[in-house]
C-alpha cells in the first residue's frame, strides 16, 4: 500500500519508528515531514498528508502530534478525506469498519509509541464493512440528501 505519513514536532520520534515498521512491511512510505523535534506547526503536516491522500498519490495517511486532535482537525478540512482519531483497538476499527477512514490520527501525549504501532497495524489490517455503512459514509460528503 502506498501510505502517506506525517507529524509535527510531538509526533517526530513516532513517525519515524512508523516509517521503519511500514517499509519492513512492505508498503512505500511517502513521509511529509517534520523532520525533526523542533517546534514546528502541525496544520503543515496535516494538509500536506490529507492533499496526498484525496490527489490519489496515496491511499491512506498516517498523522502524528501530541494529542492528534490538531491533526485531525486539519485533515478533515479536505475533501474526501475521512481522519479518525483514535485511543484504542476499538475505536481503530470502528474507524475502518464502519467510518471508511482513510487518514488515521494518532497523539504521542496519549498513546506510547508502542500502542501507536499496535494500532496501525490493526487499522491497516482492518476492512470497511460497506452495506449500511457506505450509505452513511457518502452522506459524510453531502452527496446524499437525508
Ligand atoms: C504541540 O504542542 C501540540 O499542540 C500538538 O502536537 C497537537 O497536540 C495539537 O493538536
Redesign the pocket.
Known amino acids: 500500500m502506498k501510505i502517506s505519513i506525517g507529524s509535527?514536532?510531538?509526533?517526530f520520534q513516532a513517525k519515524e519508528r512508523l516509517r521503519e515498521m511500514l517499509e519492513a512491511e512492505g508498503h512505500t512510505v511517502y513521509d511529509k515531514g517534520t523532520n525533526s523535534e523542533e517546534?514546528t506547526d502541525?496544520p503543515d503536516y496535516g494538509h500536506a498528508v490529507a492533499k496526498s491522500v484525496s490527489s490519489g498519490e496515496c491511499e491512506r495517511g498516517i498523522l502524528v502530534?501530541?494529542?492528534?486532535?490538531?491533526?485531525c482537525?486539519t485533515a478533515n478540512k479536505t475533501p474526501g478525506v475521512r481522519a479518525a482519531l483514535v485511543h484504542d483497538e476499538f475505536t481503530t476499527e470502528m474507524s475502518r469498519k464502519h467510518n471508511n477512514a482513510n487518514v488515521l490520527c494518532m497523539?504521542?501525549?496519549v498513546l506510547d509509541e508502542e500502542t501507536i504501532l499496535r494500532l496501525t497495524k490493526i487499522w491497516l489490517s482492518t476492512e470497511f464493512g460497506g452495506d449500511r455503512h457506505a450509505l452513511r459514509v457518502e452522506k459524510i460528503e453531502g452527496g446524499i440528501k437525508s
Not at 65 to 71: P, R, V
Open positions: 509535527d514536532h510531538a509526533g517546534s502541525y502530534c501530541g494529542t492528534g486532535i490538531g491533526m482537525m497523539g504521542t501525549r
